[in-house]
């Protein structure tokens, strides 16, 4: 009997047409997953990071493509370029909420590739049993908001400064039917 398992793999049409495909990040992406997060904008960096200052990648690329237990990223991938990247991981005192965090290249904006990929992201997690996304938003950060907001989840936000924590109900199911996931490693 084969033990291999088959991993999670759907495509999305952007507003300019091209298609994407969205798959499970793995430790051969490392070098593109880098290469994403080195070409930020300053902007986009900080609204990622909440910090002006270089990050240190590498934990982060790690993370990201070889998850521990409870992490999950879904890369998004145009002709094999990596162009955005959503990723989550459970809180530690409640495996039904997960803190997910992403980020689209800069001049892929405004295409919906976020919101396909945090469509893809919620119903991923949502197999695995969490219900409930969280996030720091910084206040400014239209685009992140407007994006949130369009995808219609119900949440409350609390104000902390300039910075907003969201907690966000999942729906149970996407309007669209989304391809079959099976499970790797990571939960
Ligand atoms: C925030 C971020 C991830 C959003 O990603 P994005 O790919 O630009 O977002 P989308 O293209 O999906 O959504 C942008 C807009 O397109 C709209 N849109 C997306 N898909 C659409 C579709 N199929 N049809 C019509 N409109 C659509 C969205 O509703 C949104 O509305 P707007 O036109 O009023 O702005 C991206 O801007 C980014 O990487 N920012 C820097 C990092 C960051 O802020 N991360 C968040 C911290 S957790």
Known sequence: MSNQTVEYSATAQLLDGRVVSLRRLNADDAEA????????SDNDRYYRFFTLRPVQLDELVSKLTQPAHGQYALGAFHADRLIGVANYAV???????????IVVAHE????GVG???????AQIARTRGIVRFAADVIGDNHLMLRVLSDLGWPGKPQYY????HLEIE???CLTEPLPATGSSQGA
């Open 108 to 111: 892929d904006h405004s295409l």
């Open 91 to 101: 809180v530690c005192d409640d495996p039904k909420e997960a803190e997910f965090a």
């Open 161 to 164: 400064g300039a910075v907003r």
């Open 170 to 172: 999942l729906p149970e």
């Open 33 to 40: 997953v880098m290469a994403l997060h080195q070409h930020l």
């Open 115 to 121: 919101t396909a990929l945090l469509k893809h992201l």
